[in-house]
């Protein structure tokens, strides 16, 4: 499994910026795409999540303000990330796996970076 993110850049606070992730290869089994984040000196952590049935599960911190979607004919998903806040800023990582709870593949991070 293959996943090539884009999306990041530089951006105002309040602004927005929608990331995409295309996913290729052995895919048929990865219920579940999605996005984390990682800021400096700090773990990584969910962000939103989205199941192939279109279940979503997004983190507090973005509940409001990001909403994931999945178009599975393509094997994309999107975040779009509105209000974003400068503790929003980090590395964002793509990530496809079979169950909830297994590691799965991860794609190249892209960065986001909210400016005050």
């Known amino acids: 499994v293959q996943l090539q993110a884009s999306g990041g850049g530089l951006v105002q606070a309040g602004g927005s910026l929608r990331l995409s992730c295309v996913a290729s290869?052995?895919?048929?089994?990865?219920?579940?795409m999605g996005w984390y984040r990682q800021a400096p000196g700090k773990q990584r952590e969910l962000v939103a999540r989205?199941?192939?049935?279109?279940?979503?599960n997004h983190a507090d911190s973005v509940k409001g303000r990001f909403t994931i979607s999945r178009d599975n004919a393509k094997n994309t998903v999107y975040p779009q990330m509105n209000t974003l806040k400068p503790e929003d800023s980090a590395v964002y990582y793509c990530?496809?796996?079979?169950?909830?709870?297994?590691?799965?593949?991860w794609g190249q991070g892209t960065e986001v970076t909210v400016s005050s």
């Open positions: 990530n496809a796996r079979q169950t909830s709870s297994s590691e799965g593949y």
């Open positions: 290869g052995s895919i048929e089994s990865m219920n579940y």
């Open positions: 989205i199941n192939r049935a279109g279940s979503t």
